[in-house]
């Protein structure tokens, strides 16, 4: 550390026994990437770069929206509309303009993920879905990169760290070796129909980026081969030792090049079904007419969609609405769209599969999301 | 001889309760038939076992006291 002002900025955890000085310059240097700029990669971001990780990626291309601002504070109203990639870099240069920052404004995919990663030591996952998550994951063990994982769902979140090689020679656990193959649909629900209490990945984020400072400074015991359960309603919190399986290491590409040709979208079952449209689509049959539009949100589900003509038949007394229609065609949409797409093949079931039903794909969320964008960029 | 188990995530959607106490469960092949005619949602439901904190991938012997923990995989952020 040379200058007088870095002293000053890290003065407080360079007092630290096992840190001091060594720990600091061993932060300035480090590269983390933390993938995705949301619930947990917010406040793992805040954390690290206050600490000083000398270059800090972001991938993320998503925009501010407002249902975002109870567990991404490092948004604020005003930012609704932006990208948030680019709005936290700009206010993570105000927090420490002494460390570089490099935007990624993409989606992260099988074609460009090796190439964003490769620069970095340590990726932070902070992800919201089950493709990108195995994506990041194979990508890691590719590249051979520890890899500071996260997740949460309703009350309680899951931290671990993967693919890092110990000095104790136990092969490096990898997110297969706890599951091996991503979760079928239905099996599990995601944020957004799920819920998340906001300060929950706030509490996990922040435990990402503890333990990426303990990986760089090599301080205590980090998560290695461990994952740590909390659970933020009873404070309780549960670690289990995981294990290496070398069967796993078969469903991981083995080369850059099968990597790039993995479809993980496919993968995690989230490609479009026949029943499904893009918002383009949609809002084209908004102005068609002759188009029954459904929202099949319970009562209380916010927000309430005010922007066009539509009935509300909630998915729990949906099956015995008997929709039986001559209309030229239904659309269904939730949240999300995924209750709605099992309303929209009910409903195409129901009419002998002779009418166009279709359901929303992604949900009402990223309908309103996309005309925000429209409107404020 | 009685187990203690413990519940993460949304399966305690299904089980209602966090931890449970089952006995006569002599290996987690038993202990999963046992939950799926208890709670046959679980059946359709994807999740981890550990035993006493270790996580298994094969049909394990179940100690008197073993502590059991279901995980489901979470993916929100």
Redesign the interface.
Known sequence: MNSKHSYERYNRQTLLKGFGEAGQEKLLRAKVLVI?A????CPALQYLAAAGVGTIGIVDNDIVSLSNLHRQPLYSTADIGLFKSETAAKKLGELNPEISFCIYNERLTSANALEILAPFDIIV??????AT?YLVNDACVLLDKPLVY?????F???IAVFNFHSANNAPAVNYR???PNP??E??????AE?G?IGVL?GIIGTMQANETIKLITGIGTPLINS?L?F?ALNNQS??????A?QETRSLIPATKEDFELMNYEWLCAAERSPREIDITSFDELIVAGNTIFIDVREPHELPVVTEFKHQRIPMSILKQALIKTDAGTIVVFCQSGKRSLEAAEYIFALNDQTRNVYSLKGGILQWINQHQKKVTV | MAVNIIIFGQLTDITGEQNLILKDVGDTNQLVARLNTMFPAMANAKFVIAVDKQVISENTILESNSTIALLPPFSGG
């Not at chain 1, 996952?125 to 089950?130: C, H, L, V």
């Not at chain 1, 996260?150 to 309703?154: E, F, R």
């Not at chain 1, 239905?186 to 944020?191: A, D, Y």
């Not at chain 1, 549960?238 to 294990?243: A, G, K, N």
Request: net charge negative; glycine share 16%.
């Open positions: 995705g949301g619930g947990l990669g996952d902070g992800t919201d879905n089950f998550r996260g997740a949460v769902s309703q309680e979140g899951q070796d706890l599951f979760p079928k239905n099996e599990v629900l995601n944020c799920a998340v990945p994952l359960t659970n549960y670690e289990i030792s995981l294990q399986n």
